[in-house]
């Protein structure tokens, strides 16, 4: 007996992979238009097994019901020339292999919708374990944009450090030791960076030693796989200090002024946000809001409107970097002074399409009346000490 699919997990299978082949090395389009009709399509996926349908099957597993063999967890969407060749060679394409297939061309899939493009990869996953008050071990997914949600002291920085540790060392160091150290287990941070495949790369802590470990195998190098542009506290002008606006400004972002001088001219004319304008005269900055006519000095502007020029900023300098590179914006403890109507209006740029980064941002409490509309948030929640990531 045959174990086949239903005309419904059939769809199913394919509107999940987008009507995508599975093997990430294939990935042809299996859908297009009848050319001899107007409103003809033609189908050449296949919602293949990945345990065979009859016994004799490549792949059977007889330790399973009919049920199971006919069920959706058992199918994968594949084009013909792709499904043809995993039933030829059973010990290359094995049940694992082809569940692993399943689960990115979905989540690439799932990723593509959201406005991302994923040609350059994505973090897609995160796994911690035994760091500080994180003990029992948290999986946590994210999208193109992810809200971390917790009160104070539970764990949204050191997610966001460690996240961006690859990129900057620098983030790690305050975290050598923060380890149950009467837990003998291990303490890790797992980053699961999808790009064509899914790539593991672990942060091992123990005894105030770090180590890497890629895809399982210790690694005594790591390059990051992406950008981070980590705002963790507001940009705040020492009037006392020696050097200027712009000297002061470019360290807050991490580059050197003249660094900061080109990219504000360059970016400035590619990419906008809120602000009509961006100019450096005589050391300072002025704006220019589409709204008005003149030029505001920077020091001019009130609380919340100098975080909306940082905002702008690392906006711009992420969208200029992620031409390159994969790139992710934290913004940790960045957006607090924002109200509803101007986190509405970050949130929107953050889902539109001329965005084309990763954003991370983290908040104490969460704003109901703000629209979340395609964002992963996670709520961190402390009991008895220890503190569990739960799907918001
Ligand atoms: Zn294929």
């Given amino acids: 007996m045959r174990d086949g699919f239903s005309k419904a997990i059939i769809n199913s299978l394919a509107q999940r992979a987008a009507y995508t082949c599975s093997n990430p090395s294939c990935a042809q389009v299996t859908i297009g238009p009848l050319e001899s009709s107007l409103i003809g399509t033609v189908n050449t996926g296949i919602a293949a097994h990945i345990t065979a349908a009859s016994l004799g099957g490549p792949r059977y597993n007889n330790a399973i019901t009919s049920l199971e063999r006919a069920s959706i967890v058992n199918g994968i ?3 013909s020339y792709c499904a043809n060749l995993v039933d030829k060679d059973e ?3 094995t049940v694992s292999l082809l ?3 399943k689960e990115q061309r979905e989540m690439r899939a799932s990723y593509s919708q959201s406005g991302y493009t ?5 973090l897609s996953k995160i796994k911690i374990k035994n760091i500080a008050k994180i003990i029992n071990e948290q999986h946590i997914y994210f999208g193109k944009n992810t809200i971390i949600v917790g009160a104070n002291a539970t764990g949204k920085t050191l997610i966001c450090e460690f996240i961006s540790s690859l ?9 050598r030791n923060k380890r149950d150290s009467t837990n003998q287990e291990n303490s890790f941070f797992e ?3 999808f790009a064509d495949f899914i790539n593991n790369i672990t942060i091992a802590l123990r005894d105030g030693t770090i180590s890497y470990f890629i895809n399982g195998l210790q690694s005594p190098l790591i390059y990051s796989p992406y950008i981070v542009q980590y705002i963790n506290k507001p940009f705040v002008y020492e009037l006392s200090s020696r050097e200027g606006l712009i000297k002061q400004f470019s360290s807050y972002f991490g580059l050197t002024a003249d660094e900061f001088i080109n990219l504000i001219d360059v970016i400035g004319k590619t990419s906008k946000f809120f ?7 005589n050391d300072s900055l002025y704006v220019k809001h589409s709204s008005e006519s003149c030029l505001i000095h920077l020091l001019a502007l009130s609380g919340t409107e100098k975080d909306k020029v940082s905002l702008e900023i690392a906006l711009r300098i992420a969208n200029f970097q992620s031409q390159f590179k994969p790139t992710i914006l934290i913004l940790d403890h960045a957006l607090t002074s924002l109200g509803t109507d101007d986190l509405n209006q970050v949130f929107n740029i953050f889902r539109s399409k001329s965005v084309s980064f990763q954003t991370i941002f983290t908040l104490t409490t969460i704003n109901k009346t703000c629209n979340l509309e395609s964002f992963i948030v996670w709520k ?3 009991t008895k000490q220890k503190v569990s990531a739960m799907r918001y």
């Fill in 77 to 79: 969407w594949l084009c």
């Fill in 91 to 93: 010990s290359k394409y």
């Fill in 99 to 101: 569940k692993s297939w």
């Fill in 118 to 122: 994923s040609d350059n990869g994505y």
């Fill in 167 to 175: 990129y900057d060392k620098k983030h790690l160091e305050r975290w």
């Fill in 191 to 193: 980053i699961e960076f």
């Fill in 275 to 281: 602000l009509d304008d961006i100019i450096i005269k």
């Fill in 380 to 382: 961190l929640v402390e």
